[in-house]
């Protein structure tokens, strides 16, 4: 199993920003996926799961703002990014189950 | 949101020591398919985080079996029976029974 995320990046208050998450080692399309986030120095905070048969959850500090997707045939997952914060700023990790990506930095500053 | 409490924050212990970590939550996490979803993962210095235990109790295959995991409805344990430096790093209880997920607040584990 191999969970490569990218897409992150420096992005100002109030902007936008798309993450994806490449999924390879088994059948992407039959898992449900996390994304998970820790800001700098902080704890593990889960942000959005997807089903296989694509039903979303999402936490409260992102509902509305994030949009968690999946592509089964790219194998990739991705979260949508908008009306970034300041606290936004964090590692995301996409993960399934056990297994972990190694994550993506975003920072959004201005 | 269920709430997950994770005790000690911090454990300084010697090679060879055993290592106890408690986890409780604010609800049974005791689901619907009478399966409890709680996890145990280890996030060494600089890294990504690694699995350990699902499901309270099961080790994933590449887990050394010094490593072992205990609990129901509220209450879980990780122990590591002899310490390793490999060991070292952060420890999470992960609740997977009730969305949203959550985890706890981590438990850092020092050599001395």
């Known amino acids: 199993v191999q969970l490569v995320e990218s897409g992150g990046g420096l992005v100002q208050p109030g902007k936008s920003l798309k993450l994806s998450c490449s999924a390879s080692?088994?059948?992407?399309?039959?898992?449900?996926m996390h994304w998970i986030r820790q800001a700098p120095g902080k704890g593990l905070d889960w942000v959005a799961y997807i089903s296989s048969s694509s039903g979303t959850v999402y936490a409260d500090a992102v509902k509305g703002r994030f949009t968690i997707s999946r592509d089964n045939a790219k194998n990739t997952l991705y979260l949508q990014l908008n009306s970034l914060k300041s606290e936004d700023t964090a590692i995301y990790y996409c993960?399934?189950?056990?297994?972990w990506g190694q994550g993506v930095m975003v920072t959004v500053s201005s | 949101d269920v709430v997950m409490t994770q005790t000690p924050v911090s454990l300084s212990l010697a090679i060879g020591q055993p290592a106890s970590i408690s986890c409780k939550s604010s609800?049974?996490?005791?689901?619907?398919?009478?399966?409890?979803?709680l996890n145990w993962i280890l996030q060494r210095p600089g890294q990504s985080p690694k699995r350990l235990i699902y499901?309270?109790?099961k080790l994933y295959s590449e887990v050394p079996d010094r490593f072992s995991g205990s609990g129901s409805e509220t209450e879980f344990t990780l122990k590591i029976s002899r310490v390793e430096a490999e060991d070292l790093g952060v420890y999470y209880c992960w609740q997977g029974t009730h969305f949203p997920q959550t985890f706890g607040g981590g438990t850092k584990l020092e050599l001395k």
């Open positions: 993960a399934r189950g056990g297994d």
């Open positions: 499901q309270v109790s």
């Open positions: 609800q049974s996490l005791l689901g619907t398919s009478g399966k409890t979803f």
């Open positions: 080692g088994f059948t992407f399309s039959s898992y449900g």
